[in-house]
T-cell receptor, first 116, second 112 residues
Framework: AQTVTQSQPEMSVQEAETVTLSCTYDTSESDYYLFWYKQPPSRQMILVIR??????QNATENRFSVNFQKAAKSFSLKISDSQLGDAAMYFCAYRTSNQAGTALIFGKGTTLSVSS | DVKVTQSSRYLVKRTGEKVFLECVQD?????MFWYRQDPGLGLRLIYFSYDVKMKEKGDIPEGYSVSREKKERFSLILESASTNQTSMYLC???????????FGPGTRLTVL
């Protein structure tokens, strides 16, 4: 079974600084998808970024980028130029590429606080 | 924009009550999911459905059942609520198995 591990329950960063959130996963599959979701205090889960395992190039989305290390099964999220609105809980998630498996497997989350 | 709505933001029920949590999506999505979110445990899949009247157990189905009589609506049922089912419940939907998932705003259920 696949598992997702986020080893940092809490992180903090100052405005305009850069922060990296860690995520590791375990799988025997070679093709899969990885995601970072953001959950602000409003509780609405928002997709931040997505990475296909077969792509070597790291995904980027404006100030958000990932460092995908397939061999190490590591998928960290880097937030550059942090803003107060980035404060939220961040979840790393895995999804198999197998058509029969459609649900996301989530890590336990990392709470990010941003100070001015 | 896809909209996923949940019937209540907050709900308080008593032990032993039958509880219905409703989720509705407005984009004709095939797949719908129920997760529960607990501090330190992340999100865990309870049930999902890939078509009307079709359902699959997730990781923690015990104590729950689901109903999908219409494509747009996926209900989570607690037959006899217990205090350990106090949690945040999140519904999600996606067009296909591989499609992007859209989440509802969550229902915070307290069982007294």
């Amino acid at each position: 079974a696949q598992t997702v591990t986020q080893s940092q329950p809490e992180m903090s960063v100052q405005e305009a600084e850069t922060v990296t959130l860690s995520c590791t996963y375990d799988t025997s599959e070679s093709d899969y998808y990885l995601f970072w979701y953001k959950q602000p205090p409003s509780r609405q889960m928002i997709l931040v970024i997505r990475q296909e395992a077969y792509k070597q190039q790291n995904a980027t989305e404006n100030r958000f980028s990932v460092n995908f290390q397939k061999a190490a099964k590591s998928f960290s999220l880097k937030i550059s130029d942090s803003q107060l609105g980035d404060a939220a809980m961040y979840f790393c998630a895995y999804r198999t590429s197998n058509q029969a498996g459609t649900a996301l497997i989530f890590g336990k989350g990392t709470t990010l606080s941003v100070s001015s | 924009d896809v909209k996923v709505t949940q019937s209540s933001r907050y709900l308080v029920k008593r032990t032993g009550e039958k509880v219905f949590l409703e989720c509705v999506q407005d984009m004709d999505h095939e797949n719908m999911f129920w997760y529960r979110q607990d501090p330190g445990l992340g999100l865990r899949l309870i049930y999902f459905s890939y078509d009307v009247k079709m359902k699959e157990k997730g990781d923690i189905p015990e104590g729950y059942s689901v109903s999908r009589e219409k494509k747009e609506r996926f209900s989570l049922i607690l037959e006899s609520a217990s205090t350990n089912q106090t949690s945040m419940y999140l519904c999600a939907s996606s067009l296909s198995g591989r499609g992007r998932k859209f989440f509802g705003p969550g229902t915070r259920l307290t069982v007294l």
